[in-house]
């Protein structure tokens, strides 16, 4: 009896690690807070902040992708075309990943005008792509909600011959005001789960 109590302790014991989530994409890195406008969202460790001037002065040392080099500067430049309060975080192992955060009007979201919002979104960022020569695919675009705000995201690819940029646009609406997050990395992370939770505070 205490055999078979065994051997079946250990077979629960082996499946449910089976049957146990894997940690894949953001899970599986350190994690590090960071703040905004009283807002906290989780990147991965290796985020920091940055002024724009550091981020031009880093952009220009990269070495054999002038036209991303070109791509991350008019992304600034349209960001601070916005004239509203934002932040840079990036990525110290590769300046290539890094996410610009800002303020942007509060938008009443419904369905109807979340799904014109993506389209418009993905319009715009498509004749962006044409102007900047690189081509441009739509990954998904989808609007999601929590208890306290509706979220609209956008994902979509850059590409330039072998070189390839993952981007993603989020609105994030709430009573509080809004928040919009580009993201720019060339490992496929959209940080969606932090902007969840960003979203449910």
């Known amino acids: 009896m205490k055999k078979f109590l065994l051997l079946l302790t250990s077979i629960l014991l082996v ?11 953001f899970a599986k890195f350190s994690k590090n807070k960071i703040e905004f406008k009283n807002n906290t969202i989780v990147l991965t460790s290796d985020y920091v902040k940055s002024t724009p001037e550091e981020f031009k ?18 992304e600034l430049k349209k960001i601070e075309n916005k004239k509203v309060d934002f932040e840079i975080f990036v990525d ?6 890094y996410v610009f955060i800002y303020t942007c009007d509060f938008y009443q ?5 979340a ?9 715009q960022l498509k004749n962006e792509a044409n102007k900047q020569e690189v081509k441009f695919k739509r ?3 989808r609007y999601f909600f929590t ?28 009573k509080s005001g809004g928040i919009g ?12 789960n932090s902007v969840k939770h960003l979203a449910s505070k």
């Open 181 to 192: 997050l580009s993201i720019s990395n060339t490992e496929d992370i959209d940080f969606e």
């Open 15 to 25: 499946s449910c690690q089976m049957f146990e989530p894997k940690k894949e994409g």
């Open 115 to 123: 799904a014109r919002v993506v389209q418009a979104l993905s319009d």
């Open 147 to 174: 208890p306290t705000s509706k979220v609209v995201k956008l994902k979509y690819l850059k590409a330039y011959k072998k070189d390839k940029k993952f981007q993603t646009e989020y609105i994030v609406a709430s």
């Open 92 to 97: 110290e192992t590769n300046i290539e990943n």
């Open 109 to 113: 979201f419904d369905e109807h005008r």
């Open 139 to 141: 990954i998904h675009g």
């Open 57 to 74: 002065s880093k952009i220009d040392l990269l070495e054999g992708t002038p036209k991303f080099k070109n791509v991350a500067l008019a």
